[in-house]
């Protein structure tokens, strides 16, 4: 099995900054790609940014030029660096991992319980 758990999410003002990370544990063998989704209430699950293991990254429209996700292959561990932050950025976020747990396993999508971004105006 394998948990991913979230960290780092809270209260900030509009124009702040946040900085999430979510590391891997359990029975990983190797992991693909990395990622952060959101979720605002009434609304579905968005991406909001993805990493692959050779550091290749994506961003929603929404967030470029002021996130920014990175990763430790060693620790297991993505983060997302918030800067800039809205009240539109509001929302629970979700880190997602693709993992193999064995070298025969398929690939799998873990997902972490979800943490609280909230900004206020």
């Known amino acids: 099995q394998v948990h991913l758990v979230e960290s780092g999410g809270g209260l900030v003002q509009a124009g702040g900054f946040l900085r999430l990370s979510c590391a891997a544990s359990?029975?990983?063998?190797?992991?693909?790609?990395m990622g952060w989704y959101r979720q605002a209430p009434g609304k579905q699950r968005e991406l909001v940014a993805t990493?692959?293991?050779?550091?290749?990254?994506d961003y929603s429209d929404s967030v470029k030029g002021r996130f920014t996700i990175s990763r430790d292959n060693a620790k297991n561990t993505v983060y997302l660096q918030m800067n800039s932050l809205k009240p539109e950025d509001t929302a629970v976020y979700y880190c997602?991992?693709?993992?193999?747990?064995?070298?025969?396993?398929?690939?799998?999508?873990?997902w972490g319980q979800g943490t609280q971004v909230t900004v206020s105006s």
């Open positions: 359990g029975s990983v063998f190797s992991i693909y790609a």
């Open positions: 990493i692959t293991s050779g550091g290749n990254t």
């Open positions: 997602n991992a693709a993992v193999k747990v064995t070298v025969l396993s398929r690939v799998i999508d873990y």
